[in-house]
């Protein structure tokens, strides 16, 4: 696989230490609040580059903390911590708001088939192992203690990595106007790597440490947490671009300090969704969710494969409408799968591996996934039987995860009861656009007003227009429209 490399900004051949085997980490997200769809933007497509590689033969170690302590307002050491905000706004403990939203994130995070990560570890559960890093920094000389806190001294180093492409704005997410300079720091780009009471007297979580009763800061956590579960040397590091800087810039230099070797050559950035008015932030306070999507009426799935049609490396802009029109893209895919017969076989070998490689080489590329959902019209036109084209489109839906053949045969299986059930509506004709569940439905109506249940005729009535369909009775059917087309 070629993937762009955000620490030399150049695509390259994806390399391992290991030959087949990818220890892989993922910044997690902050339980202080539901993720918003667009933290969700970068976890669907880290789970299809995690997806990706697995169908390229590569054996996974996936990695994720869960950020519940250390995570301040300003993602450089200022403001309040996160959690503790969540905590005051929803009168809970900290420890209640860091449950709630953990099992929250993990909830949405099913409903769009991303897979949970092999090793998911809170921060709160890993102190010592904080407290043990922090230690040998200061053993070597790359930390030192100043008003309380304990502090990484950027001037050791021989290069502060930044990840120079990013765009201003982005490097600056987080950092609010108007926040005092920390004047304990030696230089201007030093950073927290243990609090101590001396900086939040109303902190909630506190531990034991050799420079007082504090907590860790947010970035200590990433390279901690990776060391124990993915051991000295990381393959892929992966986060949001708003994590560039300042978060993985301090990880690479605490790890590789207190290791003594480099750490990390590849990082995979996922740029960010954005709204008409800029980026979609949880600290902005109103944000979508998935929640808010499924309560619209939409399938969460329908995200993803909106999410799925552009490229990780490009801003993303969200609007209902090109979310509507995702959504009957995503609609009409199925559709068409469904109307393939899986007992047209048998599946032949060879086509499978032919498109096989036609996939490999689409998406190989930078993680291209647009050119991934291409691949699954290009299967339906394969001059092959269906089950076969079944069959391929099955194989690359273990990458793009849109659960494209199991709700396809879903459709299938209740078509036919429609269809089943229909025969009751002889001489009754349905003209619409052709969709043989909204085609069934209007035949329910009718059954429906035949059999004088009207609360129930105006039900369905209800909910195809819900639905955005348009029913018009003429003499011996009904024709159907959608009225509000994407
Ligand atoms: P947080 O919960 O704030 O720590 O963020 C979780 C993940 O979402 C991180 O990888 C962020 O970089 C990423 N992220 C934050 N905002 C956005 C956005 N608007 N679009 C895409 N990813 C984002
Ligand atoms: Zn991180």
Excluded at 271 to 285: E, Q, R, V, Y
Excluded at 465 to 483: A, H, Q, Y
Aim: glycine share 8%.
């Amino acid at each position: 696989m070629y993937l762009y490399n955000s620490a030399t900004r150049k695509k390259e051949q994806f390399k391992t230490h290991t030959p087949g085997h990818v220890e892989m980490y993922t910044c997690g997200p902050t339980v202080y609040h539901f993720a918003h769809i667009g933290n969700l933007r970068s976890y669907i497509m880290e789970d299809v580059l995690e997806k990706y590689l697995r169908f390229e033969g590569y054996d996974v170690n996936r990695v994720m903390n869960i950020t519940d302590v250390g995570h301040l307002s300003g993602d450089s050491d200022e403001g309040e911590d996160k959690m503790l905000m969540g905590a005051r706004r929803e009168h809970k403990t900290v420890m209640e708001i860091a449950k709630f939203y953990t099992d929250a994130f993990f909830a949405d995070c099913e409903k769009l088939n991303i897979k949970t990560p092999d090793v998911v570890q809170p921060a709160t559960g890993l102190i010592p192992e904080f407290i043990e890093m922090v230690q040998g920094l200061m053993d070597k000389g790359y930390a030192y203690f100043a008003g309380g806190n304990v502090y990484f001294d950027t001037s050791k180093l021989q290069r502060y990595h930044v990840f120079f492409d990013h765009d201003e704005e982005d490097l600056h997410v987080g950092v609010r106007e108007g926040v005092e300079e920390d004047l304990n720091k030696r230089n201007k780009n030093d950073f927290v790597l243990w609090f101590t009471k001396s900086k939040f007297e109303d902190q909630a979580l506190k531990w034991d440490s050799p420079w007082g009763v504090g907590y860790p800061g947010w970035h200590i956590e990433c390279s901690a947490i990776s060391l124990k579960y993915n051991g000295e040397y990381l393959d892929l590091h992966c986060g949001g671009i708003d994590n560039a800087f300042p978060h993985h810039t301090n990880e690479i230099a605490q790890s590789e300090s207190y290791l003594g070797h480099p750490w990390c050559p590849q990082w995979f950035h996922v740029h960010h969704l954005n709204t008409g008015d800029g980026k979609m932030s949880k600290s902005k306070g109103e944000f979508l969710t998935v929640t808010l999507l499924e309560q619209k009426g939409y399938d969460p799935l329908a995200y993803r494969f909106f999410c799925l049609q552009s490229h990780y490396r490009k801003a993303l802009v969200f609007t209902w409408e090109n979310l509507d029109n995702a959504a009957l893209a995503y609609k009409k895919l199925i559709a068409r799968i469904a109307a393939l017969d899986p007992s047209d076989g048998p599946v032949d070998g060879e086509v499978l591996d032919e498109y096989r490689e036609k996939f490999i080489k689409a998406v190989g590329n930078d993680l291209n996934t647009s050119l991934g959902v291409t691949a699954v019209y290009d299967a339906l036109k394969a001059k092959t039987n269906d089950a076969t084209r079944l069959a391929v489109i099955g194989d690359y839906d273990r990458v793009l995860g849109l659960s494209l053949t199991e709700k396809a045969a879903a459709k299938r299986e209740a078509d036919a009861k429609a269809a089943a059930g229909a025969t009751s509506a002889q001489g009754f004709t349905v003209t619409g656009e052709g969709d043989p569940e909204i085609d069934a439905l209007v035949l329910q109506r009718a059954n429906a007003k035949r059999e004088k249940n009207f609360a129930e005729a105006d039900r369905i009535r209800d909910e195809l227009k819900l639905r955005g369909i348009e029913l018009t009775d003429v003499p011996g059917g009904t024709t159907w429209k959608f009225s509000k087309k994407g």
